[in-house]
């Protein structure tokens, strides 16, 4: 029997709640003025044949439908039939009061706390309504935070573009792990009500949240060692293991005409001396903090990273701040001279990077198209030493 079941008009408006249509009624903020309520709902009855062939599960069913009304009104029809007579048989049901809906499903509790939740925005920042009605259920799972993050909102209006940390905003029961942690939402927010002199649209993001809207951000930094004992950038004896911030790395400028990056810590910190260099942690996409330095554009720069798809899309993305740059143990014959210690790259690369040469552009269309395996990689870490002294002294 595939007749509608009242748990099948319950779905009906569950399936309203998950969409949170119900809870943007409690808005009001439609132009139309038009409400979900009086709903009338999908029901699928017994036709004719079924009627007559299963007169009593027919009855049965409208017992049930006629059991649970209540929440939601019935609306009948008589039909005759030369057997069985005249009888009422629901034609449709409907659920007239948004009130109604919510109490057949449970959730007039959780709509009165969105009604609060209206309310206090309705009084303190009544632009941000059309964002409860578009999000309602993330609403609620703020609830607890909302009060305070309507009073960030408050503050960034008195406070246009601050350029102090967020750690120095100074609003009871807000701390900068608050605003950390509800940055995605706040940005939607802040968008809303603040004027567009007081937004940097050039910054998006979680990660852009700070400069986007005025706030001071952590300087990025720039992590390095100084390869050759006799330039001593500090004044000790001690390891040249040194992190500037990227302001001050910028105006560095060393004595050096060689400049290695590398992904992994432990080649970094293990890289060996070369006369003019220095080696810089690369960590991962990104090379931002080495872009204010304009000294780097009159070095030689080698970057090593891992033999894989990723490995040559960071290098692509390092020649779009410094075209000249120079890959090394990334080639085809270091690949295959490691073969035994191999492994599996979980999600590859598969875009065009048009800033390789031809052998790095080879062997990246190899690896992506599974030329030795699937989804070949060689970490970096993993290449025997000696081929980096190998290369090392080719380049002095």
Not at 59 to 72: K, Q
Not at 213 to 239: H, I, M, Q, S, T
Not at 245 to 252: D, I, K, V
Request: overall charge negative; proline content about 6%; aromatic content about 10%.
């Amino acid at each position: 029997m595939i007749w509608t079941s009242p748990a099948d008009l319950k779905n009906q408006l569950q399936k309203f709640w998950d969409r949170g249509l119900l809870l943007a009624d409690i808005c009001d903020t439609r132009a139309d003025g038009e409400s979900l309520f009086p709903r009338r709902l999908t029901l699928k009855g017994p036709d004719t044949r079924e009627l007559s062939e299963r007169f009593h599960e027919v009855r049965d069913w409208i017992a049930r439908l006629s059991a649970a009304a209540g929440p939601y009104r019935i609306e009948w029809r008589s039909v005759n039939h030369r057997v069985l007579g005249t009888n009422e048989i629901p034609m449709a049901i409907w659920v007239d009061t948004l009130e109604d809906a919510l109490g057949l499903i449970g959730k007039r509790r959780a709509a009165e706390q969105f009604a609060a939740l209206v309310a206090l925005t309705r009084d303190k920042q009544p632009e941000l309504l059309p964002w409860l009605a578009k999000r309602p259920l993330r609403a609620l799972e703020l609830a607890e935070d909302w009060p305070r993050l309507l009073g960030i909102v408050g503050w960034l209006l008195g406070h246009p573009r601050p350029a102090i940390y967020l750690r120095q905003i100074d609003l009871p029961g807000v701390h900068t792990k608050l605003i950390e942690g509800h940055r995605g939402v706040l940005a939607e927010l802040l968008d809303l009500v603040l004027p567009e002199d007081s937004i940097d649209s050039t910054y998006s993001g979680i990660g852009g949240f700070c400069r986007r809207y005025g706030f001071l951000d952590k300087p990025a930094r720039v992590r390095f060692r100084v390869l050759d004992p006799n330039v001593r950038l500090l004044p000790v004896a001690a390891e040249q293991d040194i992190t500037l911030t990227q302001a001050t790395f910028a105006a560095l400028d060393p004595p050096v005409a060689k400049v290695f990056i590398t992904e992994n810590e432990i080649n970094f910190l293990a890289f060996p001396e070369v006369p003019e260099a220095l080696v810089i942690f690369g960590a991962g996409y990104g090379f931002d903090n080495l872009a204010a330095a304009s000294w780097l554009h009159q070095k030689n720069i080698y970057y090593w990273g891992d033999i894989d798809t990723h490995g040559f899309a960071i290098l692509n993305q390092l020649r779009g701040t410094f075209p000249r740059a120079a890959s090394f143990l990334m080639d085809q014959q270091t690949l295959l001279a490691h073969r035994s210690l191999w492994g599996v790259e979980a999600q590859p690369e598969t875009g065009t990077l048009a800033r390789l040469n031809t052998e790095e552009s080879m062997l990246y269309d190899q690896l992506r198209q599974n030329h030795w395996g699937e989804q070949v990689r060689l970490e970096q870490e993993r290449i025997r030493f000696d081929l980096l002294l190998d290369v090392l002294h080719e380049l002095r």
